[in-house]
């Protein structure tokens, strides 16, 4: 591929009580809900998304909340810490507003790099780094401002069963840098300037298990449709056999797992979550792709009424 992939597109996890979710990632991170609508395959539970203003790839937490389901086990196979990325300065501001909102935090150093750790209500491992790269966040929500808001991910700490494979397929295939290890962790860098600092944890030996408080699959991002069928073909030629092409509605998405057993998915910018609601309304209202709007009355039956913080 003459272009490496730039960074993470979204990362999905599964998680539990809706509102709970969203209490959560709009009230404490001050994360904009961008879009409301169902798992596609799986159309009684809510797929949401969290992001910047406008929805922007990189920024896009999602999450399925499987109400009253039992608890995964974070372990190898998955991503074990999602990293989000605040400006330069910004980490005493977000030490003060978790204390305030109640999070328990720990703090220490990766990389030379502070880094805030913390747990969403439903076991998902978090953390908060901060850097000067990336464009700052126009959504703001609270006294989060534009110096203080998250940008979007930093990135993410792979639980792999085999770093060396998952390391080989982020360089050699991807096109991933590596940059360098400290302690337990590798380090590997993309062009991109959100969501492209990946770590391997190599310590984790543990398999995960998919349950409330895990992730469910990291994506990757795709310029557009070619660009996505062009890496088909190339993750093919290293014998990683993607799923057929899928509409999201709000990208396109191909699916792999990685030798380390992480599912990879490969998703599209275009056309991202602006086209079927203004910016001013995202994720104001439930969202059905057409092939669901007949089931719209019994969908609106099943999922739990969701209330949006506003500060
Ligand atoms: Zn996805």
Redesign the pocket.
């Known amino acids: 591929m003459d272009k490496p992939i730039q960074g993470i597109?979204?990362i999905?996890a599964i998680v539990g009580n809706p509102q709970e979710n969203v209490d959560f990632y709009v009230d404490v991170l001050g994360l904009r809900l961008v879009k409301k609508t169902v798992n596609f395959d799986d159309p009684g539970t809510y797929h949401l998304y969290f992001g910047d203003k406008e929805g922007s790839p990189s920024t896009i937490m999602?999450t399925f909340p499987w109400d009253g389901a039992a608890k995964g086990r974070i372990g190898t196979g998955q991503v074990g810490v999602t990293s989000f990325v605040v400006p330069t300065g910004a980490i005493p501001f977000w030490e003060e507003r978790l204390t305030k909102k109640q999070c328990y935090f720990e703090k220490g150093t990766r990389f030379n790099q502070e880094v805030v750790s913390f747990t969403d209500p439903h076991g998902l491992k978090l953390e908060i780094v901060a850097r000067d790269q990336g464009p700052k966040s126009e959504w703001s929500y609270e006294e989060i401002t534009k110096d203080t808001a998250i940008k979007g991910f930093g990135g993410a700490i792979l639980y792999t069963s085999s770093p060396d494979k998952t390391g080989e397929l982020l360089t050699e295939v991807m096109g991933l840098e590596k940059v360098g290890t400290d302690g337990n962790f590798v380090r590997y860098q993309a062009e991109g300037e959100l969501g492209n600092v990946i770590d391997l944890d190599t310590s984790v030996t543990e398999v995960g298990t998919l349950g409330v408080g895990t992730i469910?699959?990291i994506?990757w991002r795709a310029e557009d449709e070619q660009n996505q069928l062009d890496w088909h073909a190339h993750v093919g030629k290293y014998g990683y056999r993607a799923t057929e092409v899928m509409d999201?509605q709000y990208f396109k998405?191909i699916?792999f797992r990685e030798q380390g057993g992480l599912l990879f998915?490969i998703?599209t910018d275009p056309p991202g979550f602006l086209w079927d609601e203004s910016v001013e309304e995202l994720g104001t209202s439930l969202k059905l792709p057409p092939w669901l709007e007949p089931a719209r009355e019994k969908i609106e039956n099943i999922v739990l009424p969701i209330t949006i913080p506003k500060g």
């Open positions: 597109h979204h999905t999602t469910h699959h994506a999201r998405a699916y998915e998703a």
